[in-house]
């Protein structure tokens, strides 16, 4: 009972605390630009509500699951929504603008979506310089957001950020073409083998279930090289998660 209370005051101490702050600083909506209400963070009501939601997760050859066929074995590609109009806001938002909590946010909506058992999820590392630079990894941000979600249903992953490591320093993958972006990546990222060795001895009676988390799904380049260096390393299994896809 007395956590509930806790809870509530924390609560009307935030909503009191962004009222008094709308007085001195303007609070936007990302995507609308509409000033936000007290109780509202990072992005008004109706933008949420009018979020375009991919629905990928109700659709088993959804065009995301399709961006690997043929290339990798994974299972299911989850993304919240599609990457179109205002809402390109919020990615860029969390990726340039150091907006850690609207992605753990993010990344808790993601996790609502996700049925398939997960017994390490993995983000889409960094190269170390680029870290450096930017100060975060967002996709290790969506990560905490889901592992978080997944964590009240009774499953209990564990975020693995030192299994796979980018070993190539790439430029961004933003303005490339398709082939372009395959190139990119081909031999941009490893596995830790000591890393790997122990995972795999703590799971040895049967494939480890990774969740493979990245903020954007594109055409898949990034994600495709991930895998497929999980897959040659363990016994695994593979499902991915993004925040947003690009039909």
């Known amino acids: 009972m007395s956590n509930r209370k806790d809870l509530h005051i924390n609560k009307s101490i935030r909503l009191w605390g962004r009222s008094i702050a709308s007085l001195f600083f303007k609070r936007e909506c990302i995507c609308c630009r509409r000033e936000l209400l007290a109780f509202e963070t990072d992005i008004c009501t109706s933008c949420l509500a009018d979020l375009p939601l ?49 992605a753990v946010r993010l990344g808790k909506m993601l996790g609502e979506r996700i049925a398939e ?19 975060y990894n967002q996709s290790e941000l969506i990560a905490k957001g ?21 070993r190539n320093f790439t430029r961004t ?32 009676e049967r494939p480890i279930h990774i969740l493979l988390v990245d903020d954007v799904l594109t055409t898949g380049a990034t994600l495709d090289a ?14 991915i998660a993004t925040l947003a896809y690009v039909p």
């Open 54 to 102: 991919s629905f990928t997760w109700q659709d088993p050859s959804s065009g995301a699951d399709k961006a690997f066929w043929g290339r990798v074995n994974t299972g299911k590609v989850t993304s919240l929504f599609l990457y179109k109009g205002p809402y390109k806001k919020l990615i860029y938002s969390i990726k340039y603008k150091g907006n850690h909590r609207l």
């Open 117 to 135: 058992e997960t017994d390490i999820i993995v983000p889409v590392p960094l190269h170390p310089r680029k870290k450096r630079l930017r100060g």
């Open 146 to 166: 889901i592992a978080e979600t997944l964590r009240v249903g009774n499953i209990n992953p564990e975020i693995e950020n030192k299994l796979l490591e980018r």
């Open 173 to 204: 993958q933003t303005q490339k073409d398709r082939a372009d972006r395959w190139e990119n990546v081909k031999n941009a990222f490893c596995i830790n083998p000591k890393r790997a060795k122990a995972l795999q001895m703590s799971q040895s």
């Open 226 to 239: 991930c895998a497929t260096n999980l897959l040659e390393a363990l016994d695994c299994t593979i499902s």
